[in-house]
């Protein structure tokens, strides 16, 4: 999936459903909704909300481990069978010590001017005590787990090596392996991994020496590829191209998105990054439409908000809530099976962008954290684990998980919103992000025939670049992972027909049973 275009003119952000600063504020929008079923309409999979962060977390043997509780507590919180996906950039510098006489790798350094590169360019050492660890981290959160392995900087044999232990120790909670990080990146400078003629035919003819190798030392191992950055054209050439020894292996197809960045480009704002962007759905469908051809999955296994790290009062501001809550519902409709967003501690995400921190420059206020404004979970060192704003948007999109999208017709007469619905045995949920910053929409829901009463939960705060006060259901997630809905609002449905209202700048998710 595409990063956003920078080149995007002034005609198409006039066109985003943001009124300009001098238009006549329109306080409130009445829109009819109208829900039908849809036989093809995906369903979507419990497993669909998921975390990203840095393979090289693992040098910490404490982090993912179940005597980490308020981790543990914070994963169960968001979900009761996510996937966890390690990689990044760090897994390029990542190497496994099997034992006390395992060398390290030679470390490959570009012959350019490492100020422009935005790799590690350090080795970061895994033992296995990592790995066991991570494993009980995993059975006590119930979430499954998608390994990335060294690609830019390792060899098959050591992969392979790496992913044995792997596979043993992880065993039925293990999804699928990924070789390599971004491959699409690689020759380029602020990249540096490959050669500046280094491409994509390059690339599945080294991928498949490394698969055969894992293969061999792993004879059930799965993969899932290419995990690109931004060329989705590399995932449909992937998935029709990979060598048919292969093929049956690969059951997920893997991409990034990062819906903004860098963070210290001015036009990088909480207007653009909650603006519609159609590019999305085209090559989501694409995406889809090869992945169906071939039997496979697509996940979207990193990204987040604003790449390099994100940007302080956006990233880690209620604006990302919202983002994060629509997109994850917007993928799911598409078909996604997906959405693992990225974060971690600061100096592992600090690391993985070569020690540049672009979102300082643009910090309004002291920041504790040098990269990864975007985190869903903070867990810096020495302070409490914290739900981030962002957090609260995939925990009001993972109430669909387990349910079949349904279709909605619904005219928004313009305002910067989206609806979503869909349907399990326990009922109907409907969700309307209302991005729009002046305008309330007065929601009208026509043929609910068979509800009599519905819940909302409202996700609202202070103002869209608020950092603190956010609330889901009138509570905020406490420390140690603390919440549960203290303002449902109950209302009733009469002659299948429910009026909800839904303030400019919130979210709200009906319950209809």
Known sequence: MKRRDFLI????????????????????????LVLRDDPTAPLIPRTFTGLSYELAQLTDPTFFSPVNRDLVAYFRLLSDRGVLRLGGNTSEFCWFKANA???????????????????????????????????GFLHATRWRLIYGLNFGNSTPQRAADEAAYVAQKIGDHLDFFQIGNEPDLYRKASNG??????????????WSAFARAIATAVPAARFGAPDVAASSDWITRFSAEVPAQLASRVIALTGHYYAEGPPDDPRVTI???????????????????????TGRIYRMTEGNSCYRGGKPGMSDAFAAALWAGDYMLELAGLGCSGVNLHGGRSAFLTAGLGGHTPGMKVATTPQTLHSGFYTPIQSEPGHEVKAMPIFYGMLLANQFCGCKILRTDCDLHGANATVYAARDQRGTRVAIFNKDERT????????????????????????????????????QILPHAQWSPRAEEYFEVKNGVAHLRVPASSAALLILK
């Open 440 to 475: 309330s929409i007065h929601l009208v829901m026509r043929g609910l025939m068979n509800t009599n009463a519905a819940t909302v939960w409202k996700m609202q705060a202070p103002a869209l670049n608020a950092t603190e006060d956010v609330m889901l259901a009138g509570a």
């Open 101 to 135: 006489s395992t060398p390290a790798p030679k470390l490959h350094v570009p012959p350019s001017n490492l100020d422009a590169n935005w790799m590690p360019h350090q080795l970061f050492e895994i033992r296995p005590e990592a790995i066991d660890a991570l494993a």
């Open 271 to 293: 207007e653009r990054l909650l603006a519609a962007n159609p590019r999305i759905s085209s090559e989501t469908n694409q995406i889809m439409a090869s992945a169906h051809s």
């Open 193 to 206: 991994t490959r050669p500046p003629h280094w491409n994509f035919p390059d690339y599945i003819q080294e």
């Open 9 to 32: 003119g002034a005609a198409t952000a006039a066109a985003a459903c943001y009124h300009s600063a001098n238009a006549a504020p329109n306080p409130e929008v009445s829109a009819d």
